[in-house]
Each structure stands twice: as structure tokens, then as C-alpha cells.
């Protein structure tokens, strides 16, 4: 297993797993790297 780190805007995906109604909590992870 190969892992790669990717850059990416955290605020759109944020703004996008709300939009598909997936918790919040998960979504604020994004902004501590979790």
C-alpha cells in the first residue's frame, strides 16, 4: 500500500460533505488534519 498526500481546498470539501449531509463533526475534523 502506497500513500500519497494531495493538496486540496479543505473549505469546499468542507462545504461539500455538509451539502451531502454527512456530520459536521467530520467535516471540522478537515481543519485539524484528523
Not at 500500500?1 to 471540522?28: C, G
Amino acid at each position: 500500500v502506497t500513500l500519497h498526500r494531495v493538496t486540496y481546498d479543505i473549505s469546499a470539501t468542507q462545504a461539500r460533505m455538509v451539502q451531502y449531509n454527512l456530520p459536521v463533526r467530520l467535516a471540522a475534523r478537515l481543519s485539524y488534519g484528523v
